[in-house]
């Protein structure tokens, strides 16, 4: 048995992170995430690890580069402004095939948006972290217990690939407190940094070096082989969760704080005799591409997409897989303004009922 | 039984601590609780809201659009939320600021001037725990021994003085409360 404790979702994902190896974090505030950085500040260094509050979010994503390189497990986090900022650094790590965690804890947007919670950065998450056409593994945990697993397991990722990851979570789940039960500590041995890093390479005579800027045939080759990384992560690594799919005529698909408000929502109406299941993405990159192109769609009527933004941004992925066997729907609050039970309830159920009329 | 709680007032009053010790002491008793804190960028006077849903089993979702029961510290907060109170619920409202008439015929209303019977005590900080004792004295959705035991835990870093206020504070909820004891 691990050690439970209730914590808020942002404190939950920095011990997690420490506890997953984390030794170094650079960060910048920004609502709804500072409790990431604020528990960092003084856990990091108990731990002999080094906690910056940059002058800028330019600055942190660039002095996390600079730990990666060493080996070190590193991370930052911000929300969808501050990922904007991050977003040159983000993709120099994906050139340099670096590993470390980035945190978007998701707020209202465009632009400053708002400092509330919404889920208003998944286009962002999955389709264009930073220039360059590079993808990172997209995580989007549902609880701060599922935060907790996924960041404690974070680096595993990010090092096997040599790729950043990305932990994906809106500002509610961020600053809801629940119930969590903690991992224990894994051991961080500075000699064992992956063998690529540069504080293994000190004093060897080596030819290599961490770059982000190579040569035109060079590059070419990098991208191909993040390609079939991409590939290989389709075949192995989504993490998709299905309920009560199995005879439902009406499948929601939500991730992230919608897909709790969904699922209360499909038990109401399973009680009262509606065949609706629920499609929960954990990877939203790679996409449970299969669960939704694979459903028997002699039996599904429709799908429900249900995102705490607006316009729905999974969308266009959904109706890849549907390939308009089936109607596709959508429902969501936005701008700072929260799902509700009764909300997604009364929306699916308009829906539902509407078809069998 | 799942049950959900709105604390609402505005910043500086006590209603995040009155939430968080609520959805703790849940915990301790060997519940499920989830605690949501909503507010603005001010760091006080602004509107502060938390929602709180205790539960035997798992909490599915954390965002009920309704609540059983209101809490309410003042009347900005009272306009707002009035009609978010479930039918049969409870509305508990801080008559020290709350002058008006409270226009629900169908909740169990529960008025309480805790602001004034804060500073007879001798702390107009402990209005809170006040709010929280009567809740308990009403629903007995957590025990007084657990909650006693979180308050501890709380201010184990304070001068003994803190607890006793606040222990006193409960108590003389609790026993608003229990006049209201629901059935």
């Not at chain 1, 439970?4 to 960060?27: L, W």
């Not at chain 2, 007995?140 to 006693?148: A, C, D, N, R, Y």
């Amino acid at each position: 048995m691990g050690e439970k404790r209730f914590m808020k979702g942002n404190e939950a994902i920095a011990e997690a992170a420490v506890r997953g190896g984390c030794r170094f974090f650079a960060g910048y505030p920004i609502t709804p995430q500072n409790e990431i950085p604020e528990y960092l500040s003084w856990r990091l260094p108990e731990v002999g690890g080094v906690y910056v509050q940059g002058e800028s979010e330019i600055s942190s994503v660039n002095m996390v580069y600079g730990a990666s390189a060493m080996g070190t497990r590193a991370m930052t986090s911000s929300s969808g402004p501050g990922i904007s900022l991050k977003a040159e650094g983000i993709s120099y790590l994906a050139a340099a095939m670096l590993p470390a965690l980035v945190v978007n804890i998701s707020r209202g947007g465009p632009g400053l948006g708002s400092i509330q919670p919404a889920q208003s950065d998944y286009l962002q998450a999955t389709k264009a972290l930073g220039h360059g056409g590079f993808h990172c593994m997209v995580f989007a945990p549902n609880s701060a217990q599922e935060a907790v697993d996924t960041v404690y397991e974070a680096w595993e990722y990010a090092e096997r690939d040599r790729n950043p990851v990305l932990v994906l979570m809106d500002g509610c789940l961020g600053n809801i407190m629940e119930e969590v039960e903690l991992p224990p500590m894994k051991e961080v041995i500075p000699e064992e940094a992956p063998e690529w890093s540069l504080s293994r390479r000190n004093g060897r005579d080596y030819q290599g070096n961490i770059t982000p800027i190579y040569t035109e045939p060079i590059l070419e080759g990098l991208n191909a082989m993040a390609g079939e990384m991409y590939k290989a992560w389709e075949e192995d690594d989504v993490k998709v969760e299905e309920f009560m799919v199995d005879d439902a005529e009406y499948v929601v698909v939500a991730y992230g704080i919608a897909s709790r408000v969904s699922k209360e929502a499909v038990l109401k109406l399973r009680e009262e005799g509606y065949k609706v299941g629920l499609i929960r993405p954990i990877t939203l990159f790679p996409f449970p591409k299969k669960s939704i192109h694979d459903l028997d769609y002699s039996r599904v009527k429709g799908i429900i997409d249900v995102e705490m933004t607006i316009p729905a941004q999974m969308r266009d992925d959904i109706e890849l897989q549907v390939l308009e066997r089936c109607p596709v729907y959508e429902y969501g609050r936005s701008g700072g303004c929260l799902l509700d039970d009764d909300g997604v309830y009364e929306a699916i159920k308009d829906i539902v009922a509407g078809g069998e009329a | 039984m799942k049950q959900s709680f709105v604390f609402t007032g505005s910043g500086g009053q006590g209603i995040m601590s009155a939430g968080i010790t609520l959805a703790h002491t849940a915990i301790d008793m060997g519940k499920h609780a989830t605690y949501l804190p909503e507010y603005g960028p001010e760091q006080r006077g602004g509107s502060a809201k938390c929602t709180v849903v205790i539960n035997d089993d798992t909490i599915v979702s954390p965002l009920p659009r309704m609540c059983d029961n209101l809490i309410v510290m003042n009347e900005v907060a009272l306009a707002k939320f009035i009609d978010d109170v479930k039918p049969g619920g409870v509305l508990l409202a801080n008559a020290s600021r709350i002058k008006g008439e409270i226009e629900r015929d169908d909740v169990r209303v529960i008025a309480a001037p805790v602001d004034d019977i804060a500073l007879e005590i001798g702390d107009p900080r402990v209005a809170n725990i006040i709010l929280l004792g009567i809740l308990i004295g009403a629903t007995e959705i957590v025990s007084k021994e657990t909650l006693i035991e979180s308050l501890k835990d709380k201010f184990k870093d304070k001068k003994p003085q803190v607890l006793e206020m606040n222990i006193k504070a409960l108590n003389s909820g609790i026993e608003i409360g229990e006049q209201h004891k629901i059935n």
